[in-house]
């Protein structure tokens, strides 16, 4: 199943989206959380924590501004993207893309 929550800013796409994913987390659902958003904040609404999260969106920019290599897998990108968050939601942040062609998979 696949589920994209979208809207006008502002509308509670996070909040929705975080609770969303922990309660079909909660269920026994494998559940992986893409963060596309321009002000990637899910990490906060799935609880793993400000610095965490911003920590995804620093890898999401350095891979952005060429500091670091982009995976040429789902699952390296998953892996070097992402992180655990509470309930077993696996969050990856995909956003913060400055550049038209970041040359991202």
């Known amino acids: 199943m696949k589920i994209a929550v979208a809207g006008k800013g502002g509308a509670g796409k996070t909040t929705v989206s975080g609770t969303l994913a922990r309660a079909l987390a909660r269920e026994d659902h494998e559940v992986l959380a893409l963060d596309a958003d321009t002000n990637p904040m899910l990490g906060v609404s799935l609880g793993v924590g400000p610095e965490e999260t911003e920590r995804l969106n620093a890898v999401r920019q350095a891979i952005d501004d060429g500091e670091v290599e982009h995976q040429s897998t789902t699952d390296a990108l998953i892996e070097n ?3 655990d968050a509470p309930d ?3 969050l990856v ?4 893309i400055d550049r038209v062609d970041p040359g991202c998979p």
């Open 81 to 83: 993207c992402g992180t």
């Open 88 to 90: 077993g939601v696996r």
């Open 93 to 96: 942040v995909v956003s913060r």
